[in-house]
C-alpha cells in the first residue's frame, strides 16, 4: 500500500512537472517563433516579388540617393571640408527630423563619410552644451546665419539619433575617428539626468513609457503616433546597455498597443496628436486630423513588423484597413490629408506656404512600404510607388526634403535594404 502510494505520488509529480514544463516550452516557443528579420536574416525584396530585376531595383535606389543627397534638387549641402547639413529647403531651415534621416540613410547604405559629416555639424551646432537642456537637441537652425530658430528639442530627434548611433557603433565600431557608442550614451544618459529641472524631462515620459511631443513640462504629458517607433526601442534594449534595458522593452509594447489605440478607425487613419490614449490632441495652430506627421506611420508600422514581428496579426489588419481605404479614394489620386473618418478636413495645413490637398509622393511612398505587411496582393500600391518621380508637381510645388526623404526610405524598406545593423557590421 505504502509503495503503491509512492508510486502514485510520483506519478502525479511527473505529470504535473511535464505539464509546466510543456507549457513554458509552448510559451517559450511561441515567443521566439517570430518570423522577424532580425531573428531569420532574411529581408523581403518586395520590388523583386513584384516583377522588378535586380539591376533595376539597384539602380532605383541609386538614384533615390542621388537625387536627395547629389542631384540638382538635393538636400544635402556640404560646409567646408568636414560637415555638411540637411535642409527642410522649402522652409528654410535645418532640422533635427532631417539630419537624423539624413544619417540612418548614410548608415543603412554604408556611407560613412556622409555620415560623420552630418554627425559633426548637428553635434557642433545643435547640441546644448550646458544648461538644463544639456546632451539634447534644438530642433530647427537657419543653416547659413546658424540661428537658432528655437532652443526646444522635438523627441524623435533624439530617438533617430540614439539609434543611428548605435547602428554605426555596430557597424564601423568606435575606434575611426568617432566614438558612436559613447556619443549615443550622452544622449542617453543626458536623457535619464532629467526630472523637471529647469521643467525640461526624459524624452520618455516614464510613467506612461511613450515618447512625448517634446520634453518639455507643456508637451511632455502628449504625444505625436509618428514618433511612436517600438522597433527602435528594442534595438535600445539590445545595444545601448545603459542600465534601462526592460523599460526600453516596455516602451516597445506599449507603443504597440498604443498604435492600435491611435489607428483605430476603419480607415486605420491617426491624428497627427494625440494624448497617450491615442484620442486627438488638440493645439493652437490646427484642429485634429490626419495629416504631414502621420504619413510617417504606415511607414513605421512596417518597420516594426519586418524587423521583429511581435505584433503581425495585428498590424496586418491595419495595412489592409489603410490600404483599403486609401485604395477606395483612388490609388493614383488620393489626397494627403483627412479626417480620421476619411472625410475632407475643413482646414487645410499648408505646406512651404501653399495651402492645397495634393496626391502628395511622401504618402504615396509610404503606403508602399506598407505593403509589406501582406495585404496588398497585386503590389497596387509598390507599382505606383516604382513608377513615381521625385520631382515638381504640376502647379509647380516641390518638396525634395519631406517628400524625398520618405521617397527614399520606402526605396530602401521595399528593397529590402532597411536593416537591423547587428554588432561587426552584420545585417
Known amino acids: 500500500m505504502i509503495k503503491y502510494a509512492v508510486l502514485l505520488y510520483a506519478l502525479t509529480v511527473f505529470c504535473v512537472t511535464g505539464k509546466l514544463f510543456a507549457q513554458k516550452q509552448k510559451t517559450k516557443k511561441s515567443h521566439q517563433s517570430t518570423t522577424g528579420a532580425f531573428y531569420t536574416g532574411t529581408y523581403p525584396n518586395l520590388f523583386?516579388?513584384?516583377?522588378?530585376?535586380?539591376?533595376?531595383?539597384?539602380?532605383?535606389?541609386?538614384?533615390?540617393?542621388?537625387?536627395?543627397?547629389?542631384?540638382?534638387n538635393k538636400v544635402y549641402f556640404e560646409v567646408g571640408d568636414s560637415m555638411p547639413y540637411v535642409s527642410d529647403v522649402?522652409?528654410?531651415?535645418?532640422?533635427?527630423?532631417g539630419l537624423s534621416y539624413g544619417m540612418m540613410?548614410?548608415?543603412?547604405?554604408?556611407?560613412?563619410?556622409?555620415?560623420?559629416?552630418?554627425?559633426?555639424?548637428?553635434?557642433?551646432?545643435?547640441?546644448?552644451?550646458?544648461?538644463?537642456?544639456?546632451?539634447?537637441?534644438?530642433?530647427?537652425?537657419?543653416?547659413?546665419?546658424?540661428?537658432?530658430?528655437?532652443?526646444g528639442t522635438a523627441s524623435d530627434g533624439e530617438l533617430y539619433f540614439v539609434t543611428d548611433l548605435l547602428f554605426a557603433s555596430n557597424r564601423w565600431g568606435n575606434n575611426t575617428g568617432i566614438d558612436y557608442y559613447h556619443e549615443a550614451r550622452i544622449i542617453l544618459d543626458?536623457?535619464?539626468?532629467?526630472?523637471?529641472?529647469?521643467?525640461?524631462?526624459?524624452?520618455?515620459?516614464?510613467?506612461?513609457?511613450?515618447?512625448?511631443?517634446?520634453?518639455?513640462?507643456?508637451?511632455?504629458?502628449?504625444?505625436?503616433?509618428?514618433?511612436?517607433?517600438?522597433?527602435?526601442?528594442?534595438?535600445?534594449?539590445?545595444?545601448?546597455?545603459?542600465?534601462?534595458?526592460?523599460?526600453?522593452?516596455?516602451?516597445?509594447?506599449?507603443?504597440?498597443?498604443?498604435?492600435?489605440k491611435a489607428c483605430k478607425a476603419a480607415t486605420?487613419?491617426?491624428?497627427?496628436?494625440?494624448?497617450?490614449?491615442?484620442?486627438?490632441?488638440?493645439?493652437?495652430?490646427?484642429?485634429?486630423?490626419?495629416?504631414?506627421?502621420?504619413?510617417?506611420?504606415?511607414?513605421?508600422?512596417?518597420?516594426?513588423?519586418?524587423?521583429?514581428?511581435?505584433?503581425?496579426?495585428?498590424?496586418?489588419?491595419?495595412?489592409?484597413?489603410?490600404?483599403?481605404?486609401?485604395?477606395?479614394?483612388?490609388?493614383?489620386?488620393?489626397?494627403?490629408?483627412?479626417?480620421?473618418?476619411g472625410s475632407a478636413p475643413e482646414f487645410i495645413l499648408p505646406a512651404g506656404g501653399i495651402k492645397k490637398l495634393r496626391h502628395s509622393l511622401g504618402l504615396v511612398a509610404t503606403s508602399a512600404a506598407a505593403s509589406y505587411m501582406g495585404q496588398d496582393k497585386d503590389f497596387d500600391f509598390v507599382h505606383a510607388l516604382w513608377n513615381a518621380k521625385l520631382e515638381p508637381y504640376e502647379d509647380g510645388y516641390f518638396d525634395p526634403y519631406y517628400d524625398g526623404l520618405l521617397y527614399l526610405f520606402s526605396i530602401m524598406q521595399l528593397s529590402g535594404n532597411y536593416r537591423v545593423i547587428k554588432p561587426g557590421g552584420n545585417n
Open 48 to 72: 523583386k516579388q513584384a516583377g522588378y530585376s535586380q539591376t533595376d531595383i539597384d539602380n532605383k535606389l541609386a538614384k533615390a540617393y542621388h537625387d536627395v543627397f547629389e542631384g540638382p
Open 105 to 151: 540613410v548614410a548608415v543603412q547604405l554604408n556611407k560613412k563619410e556622409v555620415f560623420d559629416r552630418i554627425w559633426r555639424w548637428t553635434k557642433k551646432y545643435l547640441q546644448h552644451q550646458d544648461g538644463p537642456r544639456k546632451g539634447y537637441f534644438a530642433w530647427s537652425i537657419e543653416p547659413k546665419s546658424l540661428k537658432k530658430n528655437s532652443d
Open 190 to 260: 543626458a536623457m535619464w539626468s532629467k526630472e523637471g529641472t529647469g521643467g525640461i524631462y526624459n524624452i520618455l515620459n516614464t510613467a506612461h513609457k511613450q515618447i512625448t511631443f517634446t520634453p518639455e513640462e507643456k508637451n511632455y504629458g502628449w504625444t505625436d503616433p509618428s514618433y511612436h517607433l517600438p522597433a527602435f526601442f528594442e534595438i535600445w534594449a539590445m545595444y545601448a546597455k545603459d542600465g534601462h534595458e526592460q523599460f526600453y522593452r516596455d516602451c516597445a509594447d506599449t507603443s504597440r498597443v498604443f498604435l492600435h
Open 90 to 97: 522649402k522652409n528654410h531651415d535645418a532640422r533635427t527630423e
Open 268 to 341: 486605420a487613419l491617426n491624428y497627427d496628436y494625440t494624448g497617450f490614449s491615442g484620442e486627438a490632441h488638440a493645439t493652437p495652430w490646427m484642429p485634429p486630423a490626419f495629416r504631414f506627421d502621420s504619413w510617417r506611420v504606415p511607414m513605421n508600422i512596417t518597420m516594426d513588423y519586418v524587423w521583429f514581428g511581435k505584433d503581425k496579426e495585428w498590424q496586418q489588419d491595419y495595412a489592409k484597413r489603410f490600404q483599403n481605404f486609401l485604395r477606395s479614394k483612388g490609388i493614383e489620386k488620393f489626397d494627403d490629408q483627412f479626417n480620421i473618418d
